[in-house]
């Protein structure tokens, strides 16, 4: 990271607990912005682009799916981390679909939000020596974040990024979720491994989709791996 302090957006239409975010990411040494709307969130992206927006998902006017949906298809790259009411698959699912890169179940501790923040900003602005990976068809520009699977490129969000980049660095190799989501997520705390199985879901259907045979393997009962040809 610079030494610039990372610019966060914190929002959520409940005023108690945009305060109280606003005011503990600050005294944790952020940048922090907070609006209480989905279209007051899309207007302050514009005016000044964060690091890493927190966002609730049920909003007054548009909920958070719909403005991560805006959002990336604007352009904007930087991570989403979603709060949500609700312990729900679907809406975790959901998530993850349109964009996000990570959630948190209401109610939450501050300093779960904190170290969850703090990982997802070490992952998605660590800097790599090695600019290029090539495993088969696959080939990663880790300076440009350019990831292109035979003739075409394909969009990641961060997570998916920095995902297919630990498979990437480990091929052949089977990985379990705990150690992806110690790597990938690295958290402080015990995540929870279903996000791993979503997210390789999802992996699998943007690489998968563009090479001869499929590369991102499941090992049931042991975990995933990335199948490189032999010649690599």
Excluded at 23 to 48: K, N, P
Excluded at 65 to 86: E, N, W, Y
Aim: proline share 4%.
């Amino acid at each position: 990271m610079t030494d610039q302090s990372p610019k966060i957006l914190v929002v959520d239409d409940e005023p108690h607990i945009r305060d109280l975010l606003t005011t503990s990411l600050r005294f944790s040494g952020f940048d922090v912005r907070s609006v209480g709307a989905g279209a007051a969130a899309i207007s302050a992206v514009l005016e000044e682009e964060p690091d890493l927006i927190l966002l609730d998902v049920m909003l007054p006017d548009i909920n958070g799916f719909g403005v991560t949906k805006r959002l990336r298809a604007s352009g904007f790259t930087s991570p989403i981390l979603f709060l949500t009411a609700k312990d729900d698959t679907d809406d975790k699912v959901t998530g993850l679909t349109v964009g996000g890169d990570d959630y948190v179940t209401k109610p939450f501790s501050l300093d779960e939000i904190i170290a969850r923040i703090k990982a997802i900003l070490r992952r998605t602005r660590a800097e790599d020596d090695d600019a290029t990976l090539r495993i088969g068809e696959v080939v990663m520009n880790q300076d440009t974040h350019e990831v292109t699977v035979g003739d075409e490129e394909i969009e990641l969000s961060p997570t998916e990024f920095k995902l297919l980049r630990y498979l990437m660095l480990n091929p052949n190799r089977v990985l379990s979720k705990t150690q992806i989501l110690d790597h990938v997520w690295e958290y402080d705390f015990n995540g929870d491994v279903g996000i791993v199985e979503s997210y390789i879901s999802y992996l699998r259907r943007k690489v998968d989709g563009h090479t001869s045979e499929p590369m991102i393997i499941t090992k049931r009962g042991f975990g995933y791996m990335l199948k490189a040809p032999k010649s690599a």
